[in-house]
């Protein structure tokens, strides 16, 4: 019981400490709509830099694999 009791406190405090932490509340309709707004539009921006991003990681791993795949052919199929 007394596990039990400690438990619920340490999750109590846990709670308390997030909710302490979280960004005050604006309960204003239009300003919440904007913020919405807002960090869709940042949401967006983000997305298409980490698509380009990708690309160009893809771009680079597939040269990075020719590369390699040159190499080793050339260790590989080389007489000794």
């Not at 997030?18 to 309709?29: F, G, S």
């Not at 597939?62 to 199929?77: E, G, P, Q, W, Y």
């Amino acid at each position: 019981m007394n596990d039990m009791a400690s438990t619920i406190a340490e999750a109590r405090r846990v709670i308390v400490e997030i909710a302490r932490a979280l960004p005050p509340l604006d309960t204003d309709e239009k300003a919440a709509r904007k913020r919405i707004a807002e960090l869709y539009a940042e949401h967006e921006k983000i997305s298409k830099e980490l698509e380009l991003v990708t690309a160009e990681a893809k771009e680079e791993l597939a040269l990075i694999n020719d590369a390699f795949k040159a190499a080793s052919s050339a260790v590989l199929f080389s007489e000794p």
